[in-house]
């Protein structure tokens, strides 16, 4: 199949290349011109996707990446994904959503099947997308992307992909298209049930993490291990399943898909509470977390050295949206210290760079990539760990 995909992000990406080892010819579309450069001289920007995986496919003509959308025209599958972030009042933003829809209304002249891959609330499919669709007719399915980058276990191939849409022949024809590079496909009656089940997986994650961040500190109120109690908790072979504390929660999905789900819910008149709960604990952990340490360090970091270790969101990826180190590093500024940061994957950030690795008055570990030191982490005189990783050290 000749396979267009509006984004060429994480996801966007992803699915051109798995699309490509199964044999279809993608056009990946994206408006950043120089990233469209960059991919189309064989240079991946995301972990998974060697640039040698990347050159392979484009030297067998499996792949280009365009910045202009006429290359849409003529695609048998057309695959959206575009960022779906949160406006300055936490609410929904469809716009990346909305300009992708009106593009295929305007430069695809031939009938297409339309995947959103995008996550949103239940009912973008029909009421965001397949509404500002009328020139040509389409089909239309939503299969929301679970990628997950940086897991080395699960990955497109191997993750259930659901599918739902708009009709019989649409959820065919997606079929059709997964299964040519996804083991499993799981169809539901609905796009809006796809859809919902994708931001309720992530809303499950969220609400988890802050019950879990905030058992953290009722442990270390009690004088008790959170990490030995959730262990011991996880040998219970039945009905538990265990998150891990830390800093508060970054990335793309888990701090911003539930606001989808808690819009919807006001859309219909159900108070949301669990979610703006899990947020509100989440977002209050950088403060937990500068507080533990102005205590641990003596009861005063004012003018101390700090260095900040890891400041993505998460192990091993370079991914620093909405990551809980900006609000951590902040909140030590604002206590007088002086704070560089440490993260050879991330390298510079907010116009700095990554400093050297190296002893300091405090250490606070928010991230840790696999080769990172402890040993060096351990030569600064004060540590807290919020990774649950150095031994020894004080920490959530
Ligand atoms: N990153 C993840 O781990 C992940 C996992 C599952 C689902 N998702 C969801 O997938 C969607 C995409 O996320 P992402 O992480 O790939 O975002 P991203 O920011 O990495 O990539 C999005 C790309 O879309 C491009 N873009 C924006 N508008 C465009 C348009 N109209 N036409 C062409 N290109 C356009 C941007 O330039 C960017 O390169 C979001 O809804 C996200 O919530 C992300």
Redesign the pocket.
């Known amino acids: 199949m000749r396979v267009g995909i509006?984004?060429?992000?994480?996801?966007?990406?992803?699915i051109a290349v798995g699309a490509a080892s199964a044999g279809h010819e993608v056009l990946g579309?994206?408006?950043?011109e120089d990233?469209v450069a960059k991919l189309n001289a064989g240079k991946s920007h995301?972990e998974g996707i060697t640039d040698e995986d990347l050159a392979g496919f484009i030297h067998l003509k499996k792949y280009q990446a365009y910045s202009s959308?006429e290359s849409l025209n003529g695609c048998e599958v057309i695959v959206i994904?575009?960022?779906?972030p949160l406006d300055g009042e936490r609410n929904p933003d469809l716009s990346?959503?909305h300009?992708?829809a009106e593009?295929i209304n305007k430069q695809v002249k031939t009938s297409a099947l339309i995947i959103n891959?995008?996550?949103?609330y239940p009912g973008t499919l029909r009421k965001e997308i397949a509404s500002r669709i009328n020139s040509v007719e389409h089909l239309f399915a939503s299969s929301?992307?679970?990628?997950?980058?940086g897991n080395s276990q699960w990955g497109t191939k191997n993750t259930p992909r659901l599918i739902g849409g708009l009709t019989p022949a649409a959820v065919a024809k997606a079929k059709e298209f997964y299964g040519s590079f996804c083991d499993s496909i799981v169809e539901v009656s609905s796009p809006e049930v796809a859809e919902a089940a994708?931001i309720f997986e992530n809303t499950f994650r969220q609400v988890n993490i802050a019950l879990v961040n905030e058992f953290a500190q009722i442990s270390d109120a009690l004088g008790i291990s959170s990490r030995e109690v959730i262990e011991a908790a996880a040998t219970k072979p039945y009905g538990f399943m265990p998150f891990s504390p830390g800093p508060g929660v970054g990335?793309?999905?888990i701090p911003?898909?539930p606001s989808y789900l808690a819009h919807v819910a006001n859309e219909v008149g159900v108070p949301a509470t669990f979610i703006k709960r899990a947020n509100e604990v989440n977002l209050a952990m950088p403060a937990y977390v500068v507080k533990r340490v102005v205590s641990g360090a003596g009861g005063s970091i004012a003018g101390k050295s700090v260095i900040v270790v890891g400041v993505s969101y998460k192990a091993n990826v370079a991914?620093t949206?909405e990551t809980p180190a900006a609000a951590v590093i902040d909140l030590l500024r604002a206590q007088g210290a002086i704070v560089v940061w440490h993260d050879d994957l991330v390298g510079s950030w907010r116009g700095e760079s990554s400093a050297p690795l190296a002893a300091h008055d405090i250490a606070v570990v928010v991230t840790k990539h696999d080769g990172v030191s402890d040993a060096i982490i351990k030569a600064s005189k004060y540590v807290f760990d919020c990774t649950g990783t150095i031994a020894g050290a004080d920490g959530i």
């Not at 994904?81 to 779906?84: C, L, N």
């Not at 929301?144 to 980058?149: G, I, L, Q, Y």
Request: net charge negative.
């Open positions: 509006i984004g060429q992000g994480y996801v966007g990406l992803t579309f994206d408006l950043n990233l995301i959308p994904a575009v960022p779906t990346y959503v300009t992708a593009l891959e995008s996550t949103s929301p992307e679970r990628v997950d980058p994708k990335g793309h999905c911003v898909d991914d949206r």
